[in-house]
């Protein structure tokens, strides 16, 4: 099947394939928008089951960080890339220093930064090839602490901060002894979580390694679940943490939660299922809105700003759901459906 052909294939402007015989590496990366700049996104380490796999996560996730950026207010374009293999066993500096010299063929077009099974030390050594990849010189942290350059931590306040709207704006309530279920405990879920235990939530976890689910239990007064439970619990909140396409149709009945705001990508299997959510009377906060945090992090290292500025366009994310809701209420249209058009109504006009 062509590229061309995809399902996931939408007016993609540049798709690349790389594979590095030397150091194994099998990448792609897809840029789906520069109307507004040069595309950003992250790169993302992955046991993929199958290349389709790779190929369908990479057009999605590109789509998406175009639509994110537009509703981050961001001046720069929507790409992601993708490498095939498991991050705790085949990654290499060889495979990092090749993944970074990819990164540099497309001569700019495409701006990495980090992702799931990446680090800043990863990126650090692409940047031995690449002149392009974000997030390693930071200067600003949404708390004023030290910066790193992992976008994690804004990532993960941005959620909060969309989470606590969200529940406002459904059930009229502040977060404490709000039951959430949370789907994935990496770099952002962990942080989610502390975060919404502070603020007294009730906390129900799941995890593919059981090391991290033992650690919110431990630090979060968090209850372990498995894999399959975390859909059916009775909670006021589900916040997907973890891969995307999570939300079909099948599941989606099986939610009791009145809310669905987390920090994955391309949350829903398909466009439809955000009608299904709306339906059934649940308030989905589109996920591209809700996680971009750790975009405006990035964005924010790359001009002159502060740790307030920073922080302050990250709270703007609620400005923007609120805005979304009810704009979905008054037009009777699902959430996601409403943040897609007020998205292309930005990034199809020039910056």
């Not at 390693?136 to 602490?145: R, S």
């Not at 593919?208 to 239990?217: L, Q, R």
């Not at 987390?262 to 059934?280: P, S, V």
């Amino acid at each position: 099947m062509s590229v061309f052909e995809h399902i996931e294939f939408d007016q993609h402007e540049h798709v690349a394939f790389c594979h590095d015989k030397e150091t194994g590496l099998k990448a792609i990366i897809a840029i789906h928008n520069t109307h507004l700049g040069a595309s950003l996104g992250g790169c993302r380490m992955w046991p993929y089951s199958s290349d389709d796999e790779a190929l369908n996560d990479v057009l999605r996730l590109s789509k998406g960080m175009t639509y994110k950026a537009a509703m981050a207010g961001l001046n720069q374009g929507g790409g992601k890339a993708v490498i095939l293999g498991d991050p705790r066993k085949v990654k290499t500096v060889a495979l990092m220093r090749a993944m970074g010299r990819f990164v540099d063929s497309l001569n700019g077009q495409y701006i990495s930064a980090e992702d799931s099974g990446m680090s800043v030390a990863d990126l650090k050594i692409m940047a031995e090839h690449s002149n392009h990849i974000a997030g390693i010189e930071a200067k600003y942290h949404v708390f004023g602490e030290q910066a790193d350059g992992n976008p994690a931590p804004s990532t993960a306040y941005g959620v909060f901060v969309g989470l606590r709207t969200s529940v406002e704006f459904a059930l009229g309530r502040d977060l404490q002894g709000v039951k959430v279920a949370i789907q994935g405990l990496g770099h952002v879920g962990m942080r989610l979580a502390e975060h919404l235990h502070k603020a007294g939530a009730i906390l129900y976890v799941t995890d593919i390694y059981p090391e991290t689910v033992e650690k919110a239990v431990s630090q979060f007064a968090a209850k372990a679940v498995s894999l399959n439970e975390i859909y059916d619990l009775d909670v006021d909140v589900f916040a997907p943490c973890a891969m995307g396409a999570i939300l079909n149709p099948a599941n989606i009945t099986q939610i009791k939660a009145k809310v669905v705001a987390g920090a994955a990508n391309n949350q829903l299997a398909t466009e439809a299922c955000g009608q299904l959510l709306r339906e059934k009377g649940i308030l989905y906060a589109p996920d591209y809105v809700i996680n971009a945090g750790g975009i405006i992090d990035i964005y924010h290292q790359k001009i002159p700003s502060s740790h307030d500025a920073m922080k302050a366009h990250i709270e703007r994310i609620s400005t923007t759901l609120v805005e979304v809701y009810q704009r979905a209420n008054e037009l009777e249209q699902a959430t996601n459906v409403v943040a897609n058009q007020i998205a292309e109504e930005r990034f199809t006009k020039k910056a």
